[in-house]
Each structure stands twice: as C-alpha cells, then as structure tokens.
Antibody
C-alpha cells in the first residue's frame, strides 16, 4: 500500500524553527518528485514546495522562499521541510504528497506558530 | 502566477440530483506538449485531500464514474451525475501547467440540502 506519514509538527514561537518529516512506503520513492502542500485553519490548499528525484531542483512558493528548505533522503525514503523564521501566517496543516499530480497525500501534521 | 477561480463557492445539493462546479484559470492551461494539467480534488470533512480527476478528464483509480471532468483552455467543469452522501466536502481545482507555483482554486463546499 502506498503510504505517506508526516511528523514533526507542533507549537513554536514566532521566529522559531521546525523540521517536518514525511516517511514514504509502498512505492519507489526515489523516482518521483515530491511536494509539500499546506492548509491554514479554515482555509484552502496552498502548494509550498517541490523537489526533484535527486534533490537537484527545488521550487518554492514566494511566501516561504529564503525561510523554508525542502530536502530528501532517498536511502531512507524520507522527505523533509526545514522551516525557519516562522511566522503566525505559517500556521497550517502541512501535507506531503507525490508530485505526480498530487495523486497521493499523507494525513498531515499540524504546525502552530504562536507566542 | 496563474489565478484559479471557482463557482459557486457553496453548493447545496439534493441527493440523487446532478451537481456542477466551474473552474476558470487566468491563462490557458495547455502546456507546450499539448497536455492540460488541470486536476480536481475532494477534501471530505476531517480528511486529507484526495485527487479525483487529472489532466481535465481522466478519473483516478477507484473514483466512481458519476464524477466527470471536462473543459479546455481556461474553462473547466467537474460534474457529479447523481450526488451521494459521501460526496459532501470541499472540491478544489488545481493547475500544474505554469509553475512554480502550482495554484489551487478557493474551493467549492458541497453540502446536502
């Protein structure tokens, strides 16, 4: 069964950092681009970042450029999102997904940025 | 960035009746290879989004055939031939032709009358 499981969310103060992880199983992780998508409370979906199979290309939504870094470890079948300089507006559920048109999603992990 | 709009934003429906959601993009979603990367997702209450339709009209595995997608260029439609109770939730269209960024529509909330 294809599965994505996010972890690492929590409560963090403004200006703080958090690292999200996404464990992949049931498919050949290394052959797919991967994505992070977020959803603020009561709001719609927002694409955050994509990473190429070998990590050589990374793309971000403008609002997180310079603060967030997407990465992956194909040996561990894992995707990451390092989030620095967090702001209140980064509060959201963060989903990882296969960037194959976002056909498979994880269950999400909640990030709350608040003092 | 490509702006995606949806209408209506709220859609009360009667069980067994058809429903239709419109999605429009601020520019053509036809890619240089001739494909159109327009997807539809359903997010049921309390769940992660699930893709229903990709490339305008291709149904994902396991998606009932009462769901259909159509359209071209900048105008797209998701239709449900006969609404069932499990179809309640928020429907999003998303374009992946012009990126970064991939962009989603604001969502259409479908509920039973």
């Amino acid at each position: 069964e294809v599965q994505l499981v996010e972890s690492g969310g929590g409560l963090v103060q403004p200006g703080g950092s958090l690292r999200l992880s996404c464990a992949a199983s049931g498919f050949t992780f290394s052959v797919y681009w991967m994505s992070w998508v977020r959803q603020a409370p009561g709001k719609g979906l927002e694409w955050v970042a994509n990473i190429k199979q070998d990590g050589s290309e990374k793309y971000y939504v403008d609002s997180v450029k310079g603060r967030f870094t997407i990465s992956r470890d194909n040996a561990k079948n894992s995707l990451y999102l390092q989030m620095n300089s967090l702001r209140a507006e980064d509060t959201a559920v963060y989903y990882c997904a296969i960037a194959r048109g976002l056909d498979v999603w994880g269950q999400g992990t909640t990030v709350t940025v608040s003092s | 960035d490509v702006v995606m709009t949806q209408s209506p934003l709220s859609l009360p429906v009667t069980l067994g009746q058809p429903a239709s959601i419109s999605c429009r993009s601020s520019q053509s979603l036809v890619y240089s290879n001739g494909n159109t990367y327009l997807n539809w997702f359903l997010q049921r209450p309390g769940q992660s989004p699930r893709r229903l339709i990709y490339e305008v009209s291709k149904r994902d595995s396991g998606v009932p055939d009462r769901f259909s997608g159509s359209g071209s260029g900048t105008d797209f439609t998701l239709k449900i031939s006969r609404v069932e109770a499990e179809d309640v939730g928020v429907y999003y269209c998303m374009q992946a032709t012009h990126w970064p960024p991939w962009t989603f529509g604001p969502g259409t909330k479908v509920e039973i009358k």
